[in-house]
């Protein structure tokens, strides 16, 4: 019994887990057949890469290594199939939060003038209702894309966004982000 229990617990966390990350995005043209592409290429280094090289170099190596992982495809540096690009986009947000809202509780003391008395009457909390506030936080996309070489047409796009604790996006945050719009890609293939 307690090993269901504790079956039960641990499937618990992992739903909980599961719902906590990134939202990914995949978008892909019609009548493309993924197969048919075997080696990929980056698009030229723009001049605000030099701005945030650590992170930008590891979402390319994410990316790089997702694709080498899940597809198998190879990094060339002459005549790829496709041409892959990203953007990354940090903007202001808000969450919204809430707490429960309780009515004073304790004690209160009362005069009786007729008995000379003091009386104490207890008071206990009440639940009144929630109070809803905005918490200001940063969201992070990453968008990539993937051209075909030969005919200059997106062939697949994807993109998802994901909570960040600065105005860059670090390492970490950056390999949360681009292994969830590879995972989504391999939900829309059937992997």
């Known amino acids: 019994m307690k090993r269901v229990a504790l079956l039960g617990v ?9 719902g906590c990350g990134p939202t ?9 057949n993924l197969n048919n592409y075997q080696t990929f290429a980056w698009a030229q ?13 590891r979402i390319k190596d994410a990316v790089s290594a997702e694709l080498s992982r899940v597809q198998g495809w190879k990094e060339v540096k ?15 947000g808000t969450k919204v939060a809430s707490e429960p809202m309780y009515t004073w509780g304790g004690f209160r003391t009362f ?5 000379r008395r ?5 008071y206990p909390q009440r639940f009144v209702g929630y109070d809803n506030y905005n918490i200001p936080t940063r969201e992070g996309t990453i968008t990539i894309t993937m051209v ?18 600065d105005r ?24």
């Open 118 to 122: 003091f009386y104490r009457v207890y």
């Open 148 to 165: 075909d070489a030969r005919t200059d047409r997106t062939i697949l796009q994807g993109w998802a966004t994901d909570e960040i604790s």
């Open 10 to 18: 641990v499937a618990l966390l992992v739903l909980i887990v599961s």
């Open 45 to 57: 280094k723009s001049e605000r890469s030099a701005k945030n090289g650590i992170a930008e170099q």
């Open 111 to 115: 005069y009786n003038p007729y008995a």
């Open 78 to 92: 002459r005549n790829p199939d496709v041409i892959l690009s990203y953007d990354v986009l940090v903007e202001k």
């Open 168 to 191: 860059k996006i670090t390492s970490r945050e950056a390999d949360r982000i681009v292994n969830a719009i590879f995972k989504k890609w391999g939900e829309q293939k059937g992997v």
């Open 24 to 32: 990914a995005h995949i978008e892909r043209a019609g009548n493309i």
